[in-house]
Structures are given as structure tokens and as C-alpha cells.
């Protein structure tokens, strides 16, 4: 029997032993056996720790950015590949495409937030923070890559997608993964996995794969590591509380099962559009990956006056799923990953009858297309009709990990939020209403106890991505039962493996740390206008001052007429008493714009391509009329920017194939006082003397 191979220390190794079989969940054959008996896991580890880990630190968070993207084009290159193999777990081809496509979506969306980190091995969080009287003292923080290694041990249910959605955020935040997939399914994530080693494109160490038990890893990790589970609560506190864990103070990231629900709001009736939705999303939930999703709606809340309707129209609709082999064309629901995840949905099933009632589908029987029944893993959908869900709280405490839902009453909003935070916890809820009182209500009232909450009406159902679907940029756990964790949430996301550390100091020297200046810090002030240097030339710190412009009344007065604001405070003419100022104002634009005015080189062509916005603009102090402006231009930090791919059957924007960055710098606005009147970032886009 073939063995799946671990990809650990650099080569592929076969496990000791004959292992567990993996079999094909449509036709029962066997696929492949899977072990990991005689690894050295301390020795895994410190390869991680060892190689993997200071070459993706010395990466800045561009070139760990582009990484990800041309792994993402490589991979999506391959994709049919991974389709075939799939679908022997069971997937449809919708199932695979949130799995595989869904996956490398991750990578991409992560790659892109590059875009909004420096070209640095670290990053600054926050804002800075002055601690003294004269300026000499501050202090801010900054976020260095973990000297670890991030061990993901993932569910079975999305074997592409649970690996990559958690890779794409340590490997952008330079730290290097090792990778434990469930064993039913961990063909598929082997198969990922030889294509990305065979890419090239991560450095040595950045990521291992071992496929079968993860034996005695956690004896191994350290304070410096960080694990992430997704998988039952019972085994994630299994693992969490395991001694080395709490011993070492290891950070532990778990996204448990939880019994996510969806609420009817009472504003929706028979015929209108969010009825047919709500029936849309409860089916989609039950059939798509056969229920088997973390994210899957387990508990529907229904006003009790429409409880019955709604129930057959989702029966009804139901009908309509064709299930079987994922390869037949007309299918819409395929199996279960095996036989062992169908008697477990079975058992919980009986356990739920306890105080429920069947009224859809059958636990013994199912038609199925192109398969035997007996022999795959299939399962008909299952609708549930607990009445008394205040007294009868199995519902509330038992989950079915398959095509199994259960619909309950309510009598209005505030039962639903009750009835919600029943699940103690839960990864996600959707409410569906047209009403935005019922929605507020539910959504302020629901909130503490669940990771997300989606609002759907018909203004956004074409649109959404649905009651389940984690986005890259949203942070995907919850809390209580769900686990207490947090995945992606973009710039979120790579906080949970870099280490924040308060920096305290002058500062000119957090500016010579950080490669971003400081305010206070010393300025390097020279003969050549700032402009009139390519971004290579420039240098964190590069400075000019100002000559003093005289603002007039007259100035102000022209502004307000070539602007349009007419604002009191900027009219000669107004009675300012009992007013916050003392006479005609300067607009606060007209400050910038004559600062603009001041700090531009003027006239000659330069490397400035173009002004690209204005961050953080302040106005600090009044200016009056016979005050004298002058201007402290620093430039704050630079972000390279590579080439767009120029597409020759489209048209690009022109400027596109010149290498540029882009220059942050900060604007000092002061009066002939030397008082600060303004303060702002602005952003223009630099030529390059050369590509990157």
C-alpha cells in the first residue's frame, strides 16, 4: 500500500510501520496509508526553529508579500489536480472550490497586505508616545517575527483550505509553519503540499508537512512557538491543557466546532424576498461539503407563528439535492469525508432525538446518483423540530458534524438573542431581516457570544458570501465554545506571531531603530531640495525648513472666494464676538495648501511623479491674519513599490512600468511664534533610479 510521505528537515520521509489506512469516501477503496511512527519530532521542531525561522525573519514584509502571491499563481495553476483528488473525499466540485480556490484566496488576499507594511523585517504598532516636557524622551512599539514556529493542527473537513488560510499569516509574518492535517483527508494537503516544495519558491524549513499522529510534538514546544487547533472542544482542551503547554506558556489558538445558528427576523413573511433567502442559506448550510463545515448552521430560529411554513418550504427545497458521486454533473451534495464520520453523525443524531423530532430525511437510507449507498459515506440531509427549545436544551449542547440542522420557535428578538447565546459560544450567526431595529437589537444583544454575525436582506444577498464563509480579511473564531480564538483579520491576523515590545528612548535614536522618524528627532537638513532625489537617494530623516510666508487678509479672503467656503469664521466682515475666535481665520486648506506651496520645488521636472494623499492632517492653533507661516518637511518613511504586470490586451494606466515607491513625510506647520498651527502626512509616489 502506498504510504503519504512527511516532509520534514528538508526531504520527504516515510513513517515506520504500516499505518492507518485512508479510504476513497465515495467507493470505499482504499487510497493511501499514512504515518508518522518513528519521526523525531524535537528534531522537526528545531529544523523549523533553526533554518526555516532566520531565513524568513531577514525577509521584509514586501518580499514575504510577493512570496505568497507567486505561490498563489503557482498553485492556482495546478488547481485540477487537486480537484481530481478531492472529490475521493467526498466533495463536490462546489465543496473542492471553497476548499482548494478558497484556500489559495488566502494566500493572495494576505499577499496583498503587503501593500500596507513597511519594506522592513518588523513594523511599528501605534502611534508614538512623548514622555517628556522638552521632547527628549518617548517611547513606541514594535512587533518583531517570533524565533519560533507556528504548529497548525487542522480538521479534516477543509484539508486545502485550513492549511493555507493559517500559513498565509505566519509566513507573511516570518515565521516558518509546521503542518498536521487530519489524517482521513490528509492525501489532498500531501499533494498541496509536494507542489508548493516543488515550486521553489518558500525558503528551507519554512514549511513541513507530517501526515498521521502529531506523537509526542507538544513535549517539544516552546514560549516562542505558537499552536493553532482546529477540531472537536474536547480534544482542543486535551491538547491546550497538556503540561508542556502550560509550562512553557505557549500560545494556543483553537477554533472549536461550535453550534452556529440563523434567526428569521419577524419582520420576514411568506413571498417576500428574504423568505426565499432564509430558505436558500438554511439549505446551503445542510448540503454544502454535506454539513461539514465548523461554520455550519446547526440551530434555526423561526417566530413560532410561521414555524411550520417555513419547515416545508425548506423540506421542500431540499428535495431538490441530488446527492452522490461528486463526478456526475447533476449532483449537489456528495458524501462524508468516511463511514467513521457518518456513525459519528448518527450517534449525535440519536442523542438530539432525545428531544427533538425528525421531520426531513432519514438516518438509515438516502438515494444517491452514480454510488452505492451502503458503501460510501453518504448520509441523507436531516431536519430536526425541537418545540421547547427553553426546556429542552440537548439542542443547544449537541452538535451533528454533517447535513443536520434543528429548527426552534421564538416569540420575539429577545428570546432569538437568548436562544443564540444558548450554544455558549459560537464561531458565527446570521439573522435575516429587512427591518433595522430588529437588526441592531439582535446584533448589539447577540454579539458577546459569537466570533461574526451576518445581517442579510435582499439589498446585499446577491453579493454576500453567505452565513459561513471566513473572509482573509475578517477575523474568523469566537468565543466560549467555539473556542476563544482568532484566525486571519488581516493586519490582525499576523499580530499572533510577532512579539510586541514597548521601545523607549530619544527621539532621533527610535528613528535610527525603526528606519521611520520620529517627531523631535533630529533632521538631516542639506543643499539638495528633498524633491529633486530619486527614492534611492533619499534618506529617513532627509529635511528642509522653510522660508516664512506673510498670510493676509486678503489671501483668506481669495481662498474663500476661489474655494467656496464662506464659513463665519473666515468672513472680515463677522461679528466674532461670543465666537471661538478673535478675528478673521485662515481655513485650515488654505494652511496646507500655502504650506504646499512652500515646501514643493516649484518649477524644474523632479522624481516626484505625483501627490498621493494626505493622512492624519491636524490644525493645532489658529492663524490670523499678519501671521507668518513657515514649514519643517521631513521625510517619515519609504515603501518600494514593484512594477504592475503589464497585461498586452489591456490598457494600463501610463506611469505603470516606471519603478517608483512611495514617500511618506511629515508636514510641521508653525507661526512666527515658532507655535505649531498644523500638522499632517502626505504621501507622494517617487521615481526609482533603477527596478527593483
Same mark, same amino acid.
Not at 483528488?85 to 494566500?107: F, P, V
Not at 465554545?481 to 486571519?488: K, L, S, V
Not at 478675528?583 to 485650515?588: C, L, M, P, Y
Given at each position: 500500500?502506498?504510504?503519504?510521505?512527511?516532509?520534514?528537515?528538508?526531504?520527504?520521509?516515510?513513517?515506520?510501520?504500516?499505518?492507518?489506512?485512508?479510504?476513497?469516501?465515495?467507493?470505499?477503496?482504499?487510497?493511501?496509508?499514512?504515518?508518522?511512527?518513528?519521526?523525531?519530532?524535537?528534531?522537526?521542531?528545531?529544523?523549523?526553529?533553526?533554518?526555516?525561522?532566520?531565513?524568513?525573519?531577514?525577509?521584509?514584509?514586501?518580499?514575504?508579500?510577493?512570496?505568497?502571491?507567486?505561490?498563489?499563481?503557482?498553485?492556482?495553476?495546478?488547481?485540477?489536480?487537486?480537484?481530481?483528488?478531492?472529490?475521493?473525499?467526498?466533495?463536490?466540485?462546489?465543496?473542492?472550490?471553497?476548499?482548494?480556490?478558497?484556500?489559495?484566496?488566502?494566500?493572495?488576499?494576505?499577499?496583498?497586505?503587503?501593500?500596507?507594511?513597511?519594506?522592513?523585517?518588523?513594523?511599528?504598532?501605534?502611534?508614538?508616545?512623548?514622555?517628556?516636557?522638552?521632547?527628549?524622551?518617548?517611547?513606541?512599539?514594535?512587533?518583531?517575527?517570533?524565533?519560533?514556529?507556528?504548529?497548525?493542527?487542522?480538521?479534516?473537513?477543509?484539508?486545502?483550505?485550513?492549511?493555507?488560510?493559517?500559513?498565509?499569516?505566519?509566513?507573511?509574518?516570518?515565521?516558518?509553519?509546521?503542518?498536521?492535517?487530519?489524517?482521513?483527508?490528509?492525501?489532498?494537503?500531501?499533494?498541496?503540499?509536494?507542489?508548493?516544495?516543488?515550486?521553489?519558491?518558500?525558503?528551507?524549513?519554512?514549511?513541513?508537512?507530517?501526515?498521521?499522529? !502529531? #506523537?509526542?510534538? *507538544?513535549? &517539544?514546544? $516552546?514560549?516562542?512557538? %505558537?499552536?493553532?487547533?482546529?477540531?472537536? @472542544?474536547?480534544? /482542543?482542551?486535551?491538547?491546550?491543557?497538556?503540561?508542556?503547554?502550560?509550562?512553557?506558556?505557549?500560545?494556543?489558538?483553537?477554533?472549536?466546532?461550535?453550534?452556529?445558528?440563523?434567526?428569521?427576523?419577524?419582520?420576514?413573511?411568506?413571498?417576500?424576498?428574504?423568505?426565499?433567502?432564509?430558505?436558500?442559506?438554511?439549505?446551503?448550510?445542510?448540503?454544502?461539503?454535506?454539513?461539514?463545515?465548523?461554520?455550519?448552521?446547526?440551530?434555526?430560529?423561526?417566530?413560532?407563528?410561521?414555524?411550520?411554513?417555513?419547515?416545508?418550504?425548506?423540506?421542500?427545497?431540499?428535495?431538490?439535492?441530488?446527492?452522490?458521486?461528486?463526478?456526475?454533473?447533476?449532483?449537489?451534495?456528495?458524501?462524508?469525508?468516511?463511514?467513521?464520520?457518518?456513525?459519528?453523525?448518527?450517534?449525535?443524531?440519536?442523542?438530539?432525538? !432525545? #428531544?427533538?423530532? *425528525?421531520? &426531513?430525511? $432519514?438516518?438509515?437510507? %438516502?438515494?444517491?446518483?452514480?454510488?452505492? @449507498?451502503?458503501? /460510501?459515506?453518504?448520509?441523507?440531509?436531516?431536519?430536526?423540530?425541537?418545540?421547547?427549545?427553553?426546556?429542552?436544551?440537548?439542542?443547544?449542547?449537541?452538535?451533528?458534524?454533517?447535513?443536520?440542522?434543528?429548527?426552534?420557535?421564538?416569540?420575539?428578538?429577545?428570546?432569538?438573542?437568548?436562544?443564540?447565546?444558548?450554544?455558549?459560544?459560537?464561531?458565527?450567526?446570521?439573522?435575516?431581516?429587512?427591518?433595522?431595529?430588529?437588526?441592531?437589537?439582535?446584533?448589539?444583544?447577540?454579539?458577546?457570544?459569537?466570533?461574526?454575525?451576518?445581517?442579510?436582506?435582499?439589498?446585499?444577498?446577491?453579493?454576500?458570501?453567505?452565513?459561513?464563509?471566513?473572509?482573509?480579511?475578517?477575523?474568523?473564531?469566537?468565543?466560549?465554545?467555539?473556542?476563544?480564538?482568532?484566525?486571519?483579520?488581516?493586519?490582525?491576523?499576523?499580530?499572533?506571531? *510577532?512579539?510586541?515590545?514597548?521601545?523607549?528612548?530619544?527621539?532621533?535614536?527610535?528613528?535610527?531603530?525603526?528606519?521611520?522618524?520620529?517627531?523631535?528627532?533630529?533632521?538631516?537638513?542639506?543643499?539638495?531640495?528633498?524633491?529633486?532625489?530619486?527614492?534611492?537617494?533619499?534618506?529617513?530623516?532627509?529635511?528642509?525648513?522653510?522660508?516664512?510666508?506673510?498670510?493676509?487678509?486678503?489671501?483668506?479672503?481669495?481662498?474663500?472666494?476661489?474655494?467656496?467656503?464662506?464659513?463665519?469664521?473666515?468672513?472680515?466682515?463677522?461679528?466674532?464676538?461670543?465666537?471661538?475666535?478673535?478675528?478673521?481665520?485662515?481655513?485650515?486648506?488654505?494652511?496646507?495648501?500655502?504650506?504646499?506651496?512652500?515646501?514643493?520645488?516649484?518649477?524644474?521636472?523632479?522624481?516626484?511623479?505625483?501627490?498621493?494623499?494626505?493622512?492624519?492632517?491636524?490644525?493645532?492653533?489658529?492663524?490670523?491674519?499678519?501671521?507668518?507661516?513657515?514649514?519643517?518637511?521631513?521625510?517619515?518613511?519609504?515603501?518600494?513599490?514593484?512594477?504592475?504586470?503589464?497585461?498586452?490586451?489591456?490598457?494600463?494606466?501610463?506611469?505603470?512600468?516606471?519603478?517608483?515607491?512611495?514617500?511618506?513625510?511629515?508636514?510641521?506647520?508653525?507661526?512666527?511664534?515658532?507655535?505649531?498651527?498644523?500638522?499632517?502626512?502626505?504621501?507622494?509616489?517617487?521615481?526609482?533610479?533603477?527596478?527593483?
Amino acid at each position: 500500500m502506498l504510504k503519504l510521505g512527511n516532509f520534514i528537515q528538508g526531504k520527504w520521509v516515510e513513517g515506520d510501520g504500516e499505518g492507518q489506512l485512508l479510504y476513497n469516501a465515495i467507493n470505499g477503496d482504499p487510497i493511501a496509508a499514512a504515518t508518522t511512527k518513528g519521526l523525531d519530532f524535537d528534531s522537526i521542531l528545531k529544523y523549523a526553529r533553526n533554518v526555516g525561522n532566520p531565513l524568513l525573519r531577514k525577509m521584509t514584509f514586501q518580499e514575504r508579500g510577493r512570496m505568497l502571491r507567486a505561490l498563489a499563481l503557482y498553485l492556482l495553476e495546478r488547481k485540477e489536480k487537486f480537484y481530481a483528488i478531492s472529490a475521493q473525499s467526498g466533495a463536490t466540485r462546489i465543496d473542492s472550490w471553497i476548499d482548494i480556490e478558497g484556500g489559495i484566496g488566502n494566500l493572495f488576499s494576505n499577499a496583498s497586505l503587503r501593500r500596507k507594511l513597511p519594506d522592513e523585517p518588523f513594523v511599528l504598532d501605534g502611534d508614538p508616545i512623548a514622555l517628556s516636557k522638552q521632547n527628549t524622551f518617548m517611547g513606541h512599539h514594535i512587533l518583531v517575527p517570533k524565533e519560533g514556529v507556528a504548529v497548525h493542527i487542522n480538521a479534516y473537513n477543509f484539508p486545502v483550505w485550513g492549511m493555507l488560510e493559517k500559513i498565509a499569516v505566519n509566513l507573511l509574518s516570518g515565521v516558518p509553519a509546521i503542518v498536521k492535517p487530519a489524517t482521513v483527508t490528509s492525501y489532498l494537503t500531501e499533494a498541496v503540499v509536494k507542489e508548493i516544495i516543488a515550486s521553489g519558491i518558500l525558503p528551507d524549513g519554512a514549511l513541513q508537512l507530517i501526515c498521521g499522529s !502529531a #506523537g509526542d510534538i *507538544l513535549n &517539544y514546544v $516552546s514560549s516562542q512557538d %505558537v499552536i493553532t487547533f482546529t477540531g472537536s @472542544a474536547e480534544t /482542543g482542551l486535551k491538547l491546550k491543557s497538556h503540561p508542556n503547554i502550560l509550562k512553557e506558556n505557549v500560545p494556543f489558538n483553537m477554533e472549536a466546532d461550535s453550534l452556529n445558528c440563523i434567526v428569521l427576523g419577524d419582520d420576514v413573511n411568506p413571498g417576500d424576498a428574504e423568505w426565499d433567502i432564509f430558505i436558500k442559506e438554511v439549505k446551503k448550510e445542510m448540503t454544502v461539503k454535506a454539513g461539514q463545515k465548523c461554520t455550519a448552521v446547526r440551530r434555526v430560529f423561526v417566530p413560532e407563528n410561521k414555524i411550520e411554513d417555513l419547515w416545508k418550504s425548506i423540506a421542500s427545497e431540499l428535495d431538490k439535492t441530488v446527492i452522490g458521486n461528486p463526478s456526475n454533473e447533476k449532483v449537489r451534495m456528495g458524501s462524508l469525508a468516511g463511514n467513521d464520520q457518518r456513525n459519528e453523525v448518527r450517534n449525535q443524531v440519536q442523542k438530539l432525538l !432525545a #428531544g427533538s423530532e *425528525l421531520i &426531513y430525511g $432519514s438516518l438509515d437510507s %438516502v438515494n444517491v446518483v452514480d454510488a452505492d @449507498a451502503n458503501i /460510501g459515506a453518504f448520509l441523507s440531509p436531516l431536519l430536526l423540530l425541537n418545540k421547547k427549545p427553553f426546556e429542552c436544551e440537548v439542542s443547544h449542547n449537541i452538535e451533528a458534524f454533517g447535513p443536520v440542522s434543528t429548527i426552534m420557535p421564538y416569540k420575539n428578538t429577545a428570546e432569538a438573542i437568548e436562544l443564540s447565546k444558548k450554544g455558549k459560544g459560537s464561531l458565527c450567526s446570521s439573522i435575516v431581516t429587512n427591518n433595522p431595529s430588529i437588526a441592531r437589537e439582535y446584533v448589539l444583544g447577540a454579539a458577546s457570544h459569537h466570533g461574526r454575525i451576518l445581517v442579510l436582506n435582499n439589498e446585499c444577498a446577491k453579493e454576500s458570501t453567505g452565513h459561513g464563509s471566513p473572509l482573509p480579511l475578517l477575523v474568523h473564531g469566537g468565543p466560549g465554545r467555539a473556542g476563544g480564538g482568532e484566525e486571519m483579520g488581516g493586519l490582525r491576523g499576523i499580530k499572533h506571531y *510577532l512579539q510586541r515590545t514597548a521601545i523607549q528612548g530619544s527621539p532621533s535614536m527610535i528613528t535610527a531603530i525603526s528606519n521611520v522618524y520620529q517627531p523631535y528627532a533630529k533632521g538631516n537638513v542639506g543643499d539638495i531640495h528633498p524633491f529633486k532625489k530619486y527614492f534611492e537617494e533619499l534618506n529617513i530623516g532627509d529635511q528642509l525648513v522653510t522660508e516664512k510666508r506673510l498670510i493676509t487678509s486678503e489671501d483668506i479672503s481669495r481662498f474663500a472666494d476661489l474655494s467656496g467656503d464662506h464659513f463665519y469664521a473666515h468672513m472680515i466682515n463677522t461679528d466674532f464676538n461670543e465666537t471661538m475666535f478673535e478675528e478673521q481665520v485662515a481655513h485650515g486648506y488654505f494652511i496646507m495648501s500655502a504650506a504646499a506651496g512652500l515646501f514643493v520645488d516649484s518649477y524644474d521636472k523632479n522624481p516626484v511623479l505625483l501627490n498621493y494623499g494626505i493622512d492624519e492632517l491636524r490644525f493645532t492653533k489658529p492663524v490670523y491674519a499678519g501671521a507668518s507661516l513657515y514649514i519643517r518637511f521631513t521625510c517619515k518613511e519609504k515603501i518600494a513599490q514593484e512594477l504592475k504586470e503589464i497585461n498586452p490586451e489591456m490598457s494600463m494606466p501610463k506611469g505603470s512600468d516606471i519603478p517608483k515607491g512611495i514617500v511618506k513625510w511629515l508636514v510641521e506647520m508653525f507661526d512666527d511664534t515658532d507655535e505649531m498651527v498644523g500638522i499632517a502626512t502626505i504621501l507622494t509616489m517617487v521615481q526609482m533610479k533603477h527596478k527593483l
